[in-house]
């Protein structure tokens, strides 16, 4: 272990760094050994089955409907079980996965291009930076296939040919044409098809809808999840449910840096309060940052949007050479005065060097004062994206064909015409490969809490690969977790469980107790400034590049923002109805108590890893440097109380089938 | 700019509402309508008034849970989700009205949110297809023509955001309906359930309190993913021949 003297202003004697302390190591006890490609059915054929008579006797809380929630309700619903399914927008067809663009993959090798379930297995081990499971990763690529085939049933109206076969193209990098899409709505028609197969249910009785609910709350009794508290975001009624076991499928947390390519209502909160309540929250610190965002416009954004990053395919990326020019018409600057600083720094790669690697050049380049676009703060933020050379190249009609959709977008949302105008660009945050820590049931460390989707952490190691969350979202839903849930479910019916009871009653009070809190508080500053100065300190310190220095400042910082908010919020309105002010405090508290984890997590991680770059950590030539003797490993946080410091648990990664290399695109 | 906005607060769904102006200043043509009115909550919130109750999610024109009527028109005037809407589209002094989506079928829960549930319930009479996972054949067994498929894709763009229904004098929801019965019924998967689905999608409607729709065509117009008015056709045909089948 790497242990240092640097400590924030307030080190704990005893513990690493002074803010954490390190427990026993942990496993994955469910995924069975043996041949890799044979290693899911030995998992379902060992996993207890549950008699069908038996099955509406069972019953399960989903929280959350995007693909891994809705898709795991609707199955659950059609094999019998009782299904509770909550979400926070007014209809579970809003969940975010409805914002997805590009496609999903799946190994279908349809082209015949070499592709296999090996290959897609393979490529994910590597994209994720060696730091993700391999039997994990193989049944992802494994099930891959059905989610096709199940979605198709549907009626998904994926992309064709004039043949009227499945139509797939080649997505983020990689050498096989292997991704399923729907124009720019892959994750639109994906969330519908999904949708409608819950609602079926729901007509069918077997699942009932809770929409506009909020999960606040996780019961458990007796070591065991039995239900969730949820707040009526329409009554403001604080409601029990109680159930045989709980799932999360509440997505991501991206927004924990205030400005992200999430909808503005994305959180942790149902995830936060079940690490609060015992689940392990693996490798909080793990952060995809996506190249191709329209930059910040000015103090009021409230949110980013992602433009496909099919655009750097055509598009040149470059910045002034001279910080003098960042301010001139970009059609004035000469070719000798720009710095096309992909192509110079990776010749063979160029434009198209993996995501981290776009989005931490752009950085680097804005840091040095060369960015473009407005100022905000006291750097200009923006790079160019060039869409100059492709219109000589295949005219404006091929270039509209292509990318129409795109530019009508960008245009849209900055008033400029990138037909005419290069487009400026800068990263966002995008998507988060942390999340509750499960086993290779999808079981967190709470037995009968099960995690699918974005909000667990399983798949896709240090960096996700384009393409791969809407599959793993419905390859959990669909395929997984209704096989693996069973296992856990033939023990049960459970004894009965009474709202009385004091487990339940306690979780219940704290619900009321932190809602009368919130309205009572009645300080100076808004629930958004306190969000948006921690997105700030998130982006500063626990962004794209991280140090020790950084990160024990941004520990202070945060800690001290934490302590303000909880004195000098100010939320206005009553609990008893729809209060938007109330439900965002909610999810911002849960952030600042986030926030401060994944600062100790990216401490204590000192190696470059994924798209996470660490400055100690680095290459002569300055590029990121994996410490596999060190950190092969997944880092599983306990919490470690209200006043206490969290406890690392480490998972090893072994490596039976692929090989650990270091990237290279040099 | 400086502008003059005229904003529906209602405090609970049995209140009365009234409109309320609020003048904001110093808006740059870089907003969108919503941080616009983030910007006008800030302030309410810092003078203590409880700030203005609007729904939005995507920000990004997809999962349709934005929905103001602005100045009369639904989502204003652009092609395109009040989320999406910039201030560019308004010029200095402008006054603008800003209300809910008003129809029967969408009661209003507080200030400019209102309740949809009503199109969920369209879509449980039969907005789907069975296909119970794991049951699936094989995707390429079934190719589908690409017409059919694109037309079907055209279709399913629908966010449900219900504009349409606002924008429509007799609060229809007939495109809502009919883009749903296009998606579906341009596809093979979809043909079994075809005449069932028409019957008990418009017997829902109709239970819901919307309107009947008779040729007018705002629905269209205001659609942000701009679903044609032969949507409707296509139901009103798919409706006419399962009656005749005896559905
Ligand atoms: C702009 C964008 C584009 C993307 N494009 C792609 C792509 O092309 N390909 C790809 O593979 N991936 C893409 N991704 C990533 C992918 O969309 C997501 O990772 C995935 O959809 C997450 O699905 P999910 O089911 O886990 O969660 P979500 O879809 O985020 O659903 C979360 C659900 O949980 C509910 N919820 C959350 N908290 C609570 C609570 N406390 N109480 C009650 N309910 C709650 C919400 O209401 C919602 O229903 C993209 C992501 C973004 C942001
Ligand atoms: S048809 Fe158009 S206006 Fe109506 S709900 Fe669908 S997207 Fe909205
Ligand atoms: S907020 Fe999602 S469409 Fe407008």
């Known amino acids: 272990m790497t242990t240092t003297s640097t400590t924030p202003s307030s080190?704990?004697?005893?513990?690493?760094?002074?803010?954490?302390?390190?427990?026993?190591?942990?496993?994955?006890?469910?995924?069975?050994a043996g041949p890799i490609d044979r290693r899911w059915n030995t998992r379902k054929f060992e996993a207890s089955l549950v008699n069908p008579a038996n099955r509406r006797k069972l019953s399960v809380i989903i929280v959350g409907t995007g693909l891994a929630g809705g898709a795991a309700a609707a199955t659950l619903g059609e094999a019998g079980y009782q299904v509770k399914s909550f979400c926070y927008q007014d209809s579970p067809r809003r969940a975010h996965s409805i914002a997805a663009q590009g496609g999903i993959n799946a190994a279908k090798n349809y082209k015949e291009d070499g592709d296999s379930v090996y290959r897609l297995f393979y490529d994910t081990v590597k994209?994720?930076?060696?730091?993700?499971?391999?039997?994990?990763?193989?049944?992802?690529?494994e099930v891959s296939t059905n989610i096709i085939d199940?979605?198709?049933?549907?009626?998904?109206?994926?992309?064709?040919?004039?043949?009227?076969?499945?139509?797939?193209?080649?997505?983020?990098?990689v050498q096989v044409s292997r991704t399923f899409y729907a124009r720019g709505q892959t994750g639109q028609q994906l969330l519908i098809g999904a949708y409608q197969a819950l609602e079926r249910q729901v007509a069918a009785g077997t699942v009932e809808m809770f929409s506009r609910h909020e999960m606040l709350e996780v019961v458990v009794v007796d070591g065991q999840a039995r239900g969730i508290i949820a707040r009526d975001l329409v009554t403001g009624e604080i409601e029990t449910h109680l159930a045989d076991a709980v799932v999360l499928a509440s997505g991501g947390y991206g927004n924990v840096f205030y400005l992200s390519t999430n909808a503005m209502g994305s959180n942790v909160t149902a995830t936060w309060r079940a690490h609060r309540k015992g689940a392990h929250f693996a490798n909080p610190c793990y952060t995809q940052i996506h190249p191709t965002c329209i930059p910040v416009a000015g103090e009021h954004q409230s949110k980013l949007t992602l433009m496909s990053e099919s655009l750097r395919n055509d598009g040149r990326i470059w910045v002034p050479k001279n910080a003098a020019d960042c301010e001139k018409d970009p059609r004035q600057i000469p070719e000798e005065d720009r710095d096309y600083y992909l192509e110079r720094i990776y010749p063979s790669f160029g434009n198209l060097v993996p995501r981290d690697i776009a989005s931490r050049q752009a950085k680097n380049v804005c840091d040095e004062g060369r960015g473009v676009g407005p100022k905000v703060g006291d750097f200009r933020r923006g790079v160019y994206l060039d869409f100059t050379d492709a219109l000589k190249r295949m005219s404006a009609?091929?270039?509209?064909?292509?990318?129409?959709?795109?530019?009508?977008?960008?245009?849209?949302?900055?008033?400029?015409n990138p037909y005419e105008v290069p487009m400026r660009i800068y990263?966002?945050?995008?998507?988060?490969?942390?999340?509750?820590?499960?086993?290779?049931?999808?079981?967190?460390?709470?037995?009968?809490?099960?995690?699918?989707?974005?909000?667990?952490?399983?798949?896709?190691g240090a960096n996700r690969l384009g393409a791969s969350a809407l599959m793993q979202g419905l390859a959990d839903g669909y395929f997984v977790l209704p096989h693996t849930i069973r296992d856990y479910l033939a023990k049960g019916p459970f004894p009965k469980l009474e709202e009385s009871h004091e487990a339940v009653v306690e979780a219940r009070a704290s619900v009321d107790a932190r809602v009368a809190k919130f309205l009572s508080i009645n300080g100076d500053r808004s629930v958004d400034s306190f969000h948006k100065e921690l997105g700030n300190i998130m982006w500063e310190f626990c962004g794209m590049e991280r140090s020790e220095e950084g990160l024990l400042k941004a520990i202070d910082l945060i800690r001290g923002l934490r302590d303000e908010f909880w004195r000098n919020v100010k939320v206005l309105g009553s609990a008893d109805t729809l209060n938007q002010s109330l439900e965002k405090a909610g999810r911002v508290a849960d952030f600042l108590e986030l926030g401060e984890l994944m600062c100790i997590d990216a401490l204590h991680r000192r190696e470059s890893c994924g798209g996470h770059f660490r400055a100690e950590s680095q290459t002569e030539d300055g590029e990121a440097l994996r410490h596999d003797d060190e950190y092969a490993y997944v880092a599983a946080w306990e919490w470690g109380g209200q006043d206490g410091a969290p406890v690392l648990h480490k998972e090893d990664l072994v490596y039976e089938f692929v090989e650990m290399k270091q990237r290279s695109y040099k | 700019m400086n502008l003059t906005l005229k904003i529906w607060r209602q405090s609970g769904p049995k209140a009365k509402g009234e409109m309320v102006t609020y003048p904001v200043t110093d808006i740059s043509e870089d907003m969108s309508f919503l941080e616009m009115l983030d910007v006008l909550n800030e302030q309410l919130n810092a003078r203590g008034e409880e700030p203005i109750a609007f729904d939005s999610d995507c920000r990004e024109g997809i999962c349709?849970?934005?929905?103001?009527?602005?100045?009369?028109?639904?989502?204003?005037?652009e092609v395109t989700t009040t989320c999406q809407l910039h201030m560019r589209s308004f010029s200095d002094g402008d006054e603008i009205t800003i209300e809910p989506w008003r129809a029967d079928a969408f009661p209003v829960i507080k200030d400019l949110v209102v309740d949809r549930g009503s199109f969920d319930r369209i879509i449980q009479a039969g907005g789907f297809i069975?296909?119970?996972?794991?049951?699936?054949?094989?995707?390429?067994?079934?190719?589908?023509?690409?017409?059919k498929a694109d037309r079907a894709f055209m279709a399913a763009a629908c966010i449900g955001c219900g504009a349409c229904v606002a924008a429509c004098p007799n609060a229809s929801g007939m495109l809502f309906m009919g883009a749903k019965i296009t998606h579906l019924g341009e596809l093979?998967?979809?043909?079994?359930?075809?005449?069932?689905?028409?019957v008990n999608m418009v017997t829902q409607h109709d239970h819901e309190g919307f309107g009947g729709c008779t040729n007018i065509g705002e629905c269209s117009s205001a659609c942000p993913k701009e679903i044609p008015l032969d949507v409707i056709n296509q139901l009103n045909k798919d409706l006419r021949g399962a009656l005749m089948r005896g559905e």
């Open chain 2, 188 to 198: 093979p998967q979809g043909q079994p359930e075809r005449d069932a689905r028409v």
């Open chain 1, 427 to 460: 990263p966002a945050v995008h998507y988060t490969m942390g999340g509750l820590w499960v086993d290779y049931d999808l079981q967190s460390s709470i037995p009968g809490l099960f995690v699918t989707g974005e909000a667990n952490f399983s798949d896709h």
């Open chain 1, 127 to 141: 994209g994720g930076d060696y730091r993700s499971r391999e039997s994990n990763v193989y049944r992802l690529a």
């Open chain 1, 150 to 173: 199940q979605c198709v049933a549907q009626g998904v109206p994926f992309a064709r040919e004039y043949g009227g076969l499945l139509d797939n193209r080649s997505f983020g990098g």
């Open chain 1, 397 to 416: 009609e091929a270039v509209a064909e292509k990318y129409g959709n795109l530019l009508d977008m960008y245009q849209r949302i900055t008033g400029e």
């Open chain 1, 11 to 32: 080190p704990v004697p005893g513990l690493v760094h002074g803010v954490y302390a390190e427990g026993e190591p942990i496993r994955d006890t469910k995924a069975p």
């Open chain 2, 130 to 147: 069975s296909a119970n996972t794991g049951s699936a054949p094989e995707a390429h067994s079934v190719p589908v023509p690409k017409p």
């Open chain 2, 64 to 77: 349709g849970m934005c929905g103001l009527m602005i100045s009369g028109k639904a989502h204003g005037p």
